[in-house]
């Protein structure tokens, strides 16, 4: 049975929301990177395949809801990326149905720069009207009508393709290479002569496994807000940035930051409790983290250093 497309309202926007279908596979492997992907998966999109349009982004999916547009700047998002990168790692016929879609309706393509182009002149095609397309009229979409079906139609489209089991694996490769590409010179810095691609778990230690990888939970959400908690991370303990006492504080630098939703709260309403709950749920890390570095409630306080 088809998951139910809903129109959700947003604000002064609206558009299209199709629910995922599995849950993200838990990483079985040791590596680093791999546990951090799956970590800000959890939170971004817990479940494969779910899309929603209703945001004035005219369409968002994949494991971190890689939008088609960037609202501010109007310019073209990472979507159509991922696009092209399973067109290379797992083609299919969910994505033989997209490409149809795009070619027949609106006469687009995805081209080998990932950027959405005009299949005759070959210009980039505007955020405005990718929105248009996608969330008929303006990111406004009605509750019935030509144009409610239309949003619906790409919606499922888009569903029906990032729900496939077969493109499982090339996206959280897809996202892997996204969070490797996020704060590259901090992390650099951070990691120091660490290969984050290599990194394990067992070799780090479990603490600094999690702390990093709720570091990069956050990131996706926020990088800017995520790298200064990284730096004062690294300008605190220096050489000994990898210790357990590290780890800590650089949990509760991100659980005690004053941005959007972060701060750990009572209500357990909040990032930090979002991401210390999937965390724990996915058994990768020793539940005794859960009561020493990362515990129900953070303290006020900064953890001695």
């Known amino acids: 049975m088809a998951n139910k497309a809903d129109r959700i309202q947003y604000k002064t926007w609206s558009g299209i929301r199709i629910r995922g279908t599995n849950p993200v596979p838990v990483p079985t492997s040791d590596l680093h990177i791999d546990r951090a992907a799956y970590l800000a998966t959890s ?43 399973l067109e290379v790692a ?31 002149s070959g210009d980039l095609i505007p955020a405005a009207t ?25 919606a499922r489209l888009f569903h029906t393709l990032l729900s496939d089991p077969a493109t499982y694996h090339a996206q959280q490769e897809f996202a892997i290479e996204y969070l490797m590409r996020g704060q590259r010179k901090a992390e650099k810095d951070f990691y120091g002569t660490r290969d984050l691609l290599t990194m394990r778990a067992s070799s780090e230690g479990m603490d600094m496994d999690l702390a990093l990888s709720v570091y990069h939970a956050h990131s996706v959400n926020a990088p800017g807000p995520a790298v200064k908690c990284l730096n004062a991370t690294k300008a605190t303990f220096g050489a000994n940035r990898f210790s357990h006492a590290a780890a800590a504080y650089l ?9 959007g939703r972060w701060q750990d709260t009572t209500d357990g309403r ?33 953890p001695v250093t």
Not at 55 to 80: E, K
Not at 137 to 148: D, E, I, L, N
């Open 270 to 302: 909040n990032r930090y409790d979002h991401t210390r709950a999937a965390a724990r749920k996915s058994g990768m890390w020793p539940a005794v983290l859960f009561t020493t570095i990362m515990p129900d409630n953070l303290s006020i306080k900064k």
């Open 43 to 85: 939170l971004e999109s817990p479940k494969m395949g779910a899309v929603q349009s209703y945001d004035r982004a005219a369409m968002s999916g994949g494991p971190f809801h890689f939008t088609a547009i960037q609202p501010n700047p109007m310019v073209q998002g990472s979507l159509f990326q991922l696009l092209r990168h």
């Open 251 to 259: 949990i509760w630098r991100l659980g005690r930051y004053k941005y």
């Open 90 to 120: 797992a083609p299919c016929e969910a994505l033989d149905d997209l490409w149809d879609a795009l070619s027949v309706h609106e006469g687009w393509f995805v081209a080998r720069d990932g950027k959405l182009r005009d299949m005759t």
């Open 130 to 154: 990718i929105r248009n397309v996608f969330t008929p009229p303006g990111g406004k979409v009605p509750t019935a009508g030509p144009q409610r079906e239309q949003a619906e139609m790409w």
